[in-house]
């Protein structure tokens, strides 16, 4: 058995499974905000795992970590996480295995979600394609030739934050105009936050005044065609479809799947993007681009994170 951790921005998500993918338990926490509270988490995250399945911890021969941010993959440490300060330079490998006796494997939190689609997803007549996950921060993972391209230290594909405008917002990473300032979930809720403000009288605004402002909020209201929910989206989506172009021109893959939370809001989005990768891809990269949505944005990463787990020890 193995166990595949998800550790997002916001939330943490963990599973166990046997050596073919069969889920055998999941659980899905908050994040915290200091290394001994995350550290404690994953501790605690596999021992929950574990007895929600009735077996023993002895049992589990792997754990798979995905985070987000540059890693040190050999050393097992998470050089920097944007969105989850407390992470930097912190020997994550380390920590656990210590306290748990397991191996622990760690990769970038965009690589098990892409890994985890190529074992969950029918993708197998796709070559050459991409993944990204919008969430609190956007992640990137490419497949070239049937191979997961992962770079020189296992950091490539950091795609939330590559410039879309030099003089842009301020990103957590020290930079300005990085692409997730503008295409995820937080930059969602701030563009939302903006029109309310305007628009007073919508819908989004009066659950607003009663319930916190989140994607699903806005999403919700978009469905029941509300047209401040749905403006938010068309001025959101297109952010996302900048992005989407730039790698369309860079990489011309045949697919682009899409993941994270925001990924469940693809029906409000896809009209927009489609719109922005006609007007701006370069001609012969988006004619046969395909676009999808993963099947389970809340568990395929955590199933790449133990399918991570179950190549690295040769299972």
């Known amino acids: 058995?193995?166990?595949?951790?998800?550790?997002?921005?916001?939330?943490?998500?963990?599973?166990?499974?046997?050596?073919?993918?069969?889920?055998?338990?999941?659980?899905?926490?908050?994040?915290?905000?200091?290394?001994?509270?995350?550290?404690?988490?994953?501790?605690?995250?596999?021992?929950?795992?574990?007895?929600?399945?009735?077996?023993?911890?002895?049992?589990?021969?792997?754990?798979?970590?995905?985070?987000?941010?540059?890693?040190?993959?050999?050393?097992?440490?998470?050089?920097?996480?944007?969105?989850?300060?407390?992470?930097?330079?912190?020997?994550?490998?380390?920590n656990l295995e210590t306290r748990t006796g397991l191996r622990v494997f760690l990769e970038n939190d965009a690589t098990v979600a892409i890994l985890g689609a190529w074992w969950k997803e029918n993708v197998s007549k796709y070559r050459n394609w991409l993944m990204i996950t919008l969430g609190t921060g956007i992640g990137g993972s490419l497949i070239i030739d049937n191979k997961i391209y992962t770079g020189q230290a296992g950091n490539a594909m950091e795609v939330g934050h590559m410039t879309i405008d030099l003089d842009g917002k301020e990103c957590p990473?020290?930079?300005?105009?990085?692409?997730?300032?503008?295409?995820?979930?937080?930059?969602?809720?701030?563009?939302?936050?903006?029109?309310?403000?305007?628009?007073?009288?919508?819908?989004?605004?009066?659950?607003?005044?009663?319930?916190?402002?989140?994607?699903?909020l806005v999403y919700e209201e978009a469905i029941k065609k509300d047209e401040t929910a749905l403006a938010i989206f068309e001025e959101y989506s297109t952010y996302v479809g900048i992005g989407i172009v730039n790698l369309i021109n860079i990489f011309n893959p045949e697919a682009i799947f899409l993941g994270g939370g925001l990924s469940q809001s693809y029906r409000v989005m896809l009209p927009t993007v489609k719109r922005i990768i006609k007007k701006c891809a370069c001609p012969g990269f988006k004619d046969n681009v395909i676009l999808y949505a993963i099947s389970d944005p809340l568990k395929i990463p955590a199933f790449g994170a133990a399918k991570l787990a179950i190549n690295a020890t040769g299972s």
């Open 1 to 94: 058995m193995f166990v595949g951790i998800d550790i997002g921005g916001s939330k943490t998500k963990g599973i166990l499974t046997d050596n073919n993918g069969n889920e055998l338990s999941f659980k899905e926490i908050e994040t915290k905000k200091t290394t001994k509270e995350i550290d404690d988490d994953l501790y605690q995250l596999i021992e929950t795992l574990a007895t929600s399945a009735t077996v023993s911890k002895m049992d589990i021969k792997g754990v798979g970590i995905g985070t987000p941010g540059p890693i040190d993959k050999e050393r097992g440490i998470v050089l920097k996480a944007p969105n989850i300060p407390a992470l930097y330079n912190h020997p994550i490998v380390k």
């Open 173 to 216: 990473c020290g930079n300005r105009g990085c692409w997730e300032r503008y295409a995820s979930g937080p930059a969602l809720v701030e563009l939302a936050q903006s029109y309310v403000k305007k628009q007073k009288g919508s819908s989004v605004a009066v659950r607003a005044k009663e319930e916190e402002l989140t994607p699903l």
